[in-house]
């Protein structure tokens, strides 16, 4: 009889985006007039740079012509765009990193999920609450965990992110191996200075821990005194991991193209006390695991590098930018306490009453829907997102709605 991976049992099922659907679609059954505006989604609108659109097409009619023909690619990436990852992202900010240590990919999701599977299973893992859900479901579906107790998994160390610690969490007390880190953050949209990141790469290496930074955020980072990579941090390239991904940069979510950054000093250790690459793990795993980023699509993304797909990838942050400050005044100004919104497209409102609460407060009255916070971990609770991937018109509108509907 075949056997599942019991480890599935653990997972607790989440609601979270089936129950926004629902209540969603019997407000709209019960108010078929009303024009529902959501702002609740991770997902970026507008439509890819023509810089991208251009290279890519170019790609694709490559592919049309057997002299200019490609198959399997290098499973880590085109040199081409390994390298102009490496210079424009890193070395013009200081950060020694080199193109042989960048692995392009479909997704920071893919990565930031199967990283962990060349870590061992009694590793021990810290990850911040709220969070993207991505970093504790993969660990529990591979054994690092017991079953869930009051919506926490035994076995993590969960690290809080509070008003108390503007949304940077402590240190942990206990021991912890492998470190998730997000910033800006989703949800909280919290960013971090580098000498809270620095207090991170300290700590990792006095403890032989390794940190997963997760900087799918940093092109939304304006205040050029914050770090965009961890590598801006001095010591990070021997306990650091960092990934990245054209998806809210420059709109890839639906093309797929994401990297991640192994550099070569990082270390970890056999049950022998024997010192290991995680760099040539990685690469073992990525080359007998996955066969590369599709041509044209890796031709589009190094478009972004280009004077115009700089230009318009600018741009287009810089609209969601608005949008985000948009919203965090208008939530401010109604007495709300925000975070985010200023080097992040979300925004984190404490609306001091239960998060569905407020949830269905703004869908009923104002037609507006927002992700309630406690969908992502234990310290959501009492807070919403609201994200600024929308269109200006819809923000505004939104807004001037919310203002009505709170002043009843
Ligand atoms: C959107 C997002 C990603 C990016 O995922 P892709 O798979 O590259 O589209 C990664 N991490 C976080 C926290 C995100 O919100």
């Known amino acids: 009889m075949i056997q599942m991976n019991e480890n599935y049992l653990k997972l607790q099922a989440s609601y979270l985006f089936s129950d926004i659907a629902r209540r969603v679609a019997d407000f709209q059954q019960a108010n078929p007039d009303k024009e529902i505006i959501r702002l609740g989604i991770g997902d970026v609108t507008r439509p890819l740079p023509p810089a991208c659109i251009e290279a890519f097409r170019k790609g694709v009619d490559e592919m049309a012509d057997a002299a200019t023909f490609r198959g399997y690619g290098p499973e880590q990436g085109y040199a081409f765009l390994r390298e102009k990852i490496a210079q424009h992202d890193f070395q013009s900010r200081g950060a020694d990193i080199s ?17 962990q599977e060349i870590f061992s299973v009694h590793a021990k893992i810290a990850v911040p609450d709220p969070v993207y859900p991505v970093y ?44 998730y880190l997000c910033f800006p953050n989703n949800p909280t949209g919290a960013a971090i200075s580098k000498e809270e990141l620095k207090k991170w790469v300290d700590f990792a290496r006095d403890s032989k821990a390794l940190i997963l930074f997760d900087a799918a955020y940093e092109s939304f980072v304006r205040d050029e005194n914050l770090p965009r990579s961890v590598y801006e941090v001095q010591g990070a390239r021997e306990v650091a991991i960092e990934f990245r991904s054209f998806s809210k940069t420059a709109g890839f979510t ?97 609306g001091r009453r239960d998060s569905w609460e407020f949830f269905d407060l703004l869908l009923n009255k104002a037609g507006v829907v927002c992700t309630p916070g406690a969908g992502f971990g234990k310290c959501g609770e009492g807070y919403i997102r609201i994200s600024a991937f929308n269109d200006f018109e819809n923000v505004e509108k939104a807004m001037g709605r919310i203002k009505e509907a709170l002043a009843d």
């Open 99 to 115: 193109p042989e240590e960048i692995f392009v990919s479909d997704g920071a999701k893919c990565d930031t999920g199967n990283i």
């Open 136 to 179: 504790v479901d993969t660990n529990v579906m591979a054994g690092r965990t017991e079953f869930a107790e009051n919506g926490r998994y035994r076995g993590l160390v969960y690290m809080d992110s509070t008003k108390e610690n503007a949304f940077i969490p402590e240190i942990p007390k206990e021991a912890a191996d492998l470190i």
């Open 254 to 350: 639906g093309t797929r193209c994401a990297f991640t950054v192994v550099p070569k000093e990082c270390m970890v250790w056999d049950s022998k006390g024997q010192k290991h690459s995680v760099h040539q793990l990685w690469n073992r795993r990525h080359g007998t695991k996955f066969n590369g980023v599709s041509y044209p699509v890796q031709k589009a993304a190094e478009a972004v590098y280009t004077p115009a797909g700089q230009e318009q990838t600018k741009t287009l942050i810089d609209y969601y930018l608005k949008n985000a400050a948009l919203i965090r005044q208008a939530m401010t100004d109604l007495g709300f306490d925000c975070t985010g919104g200023e080097n992040s497209p979300y925004i984190w409102v404490d």
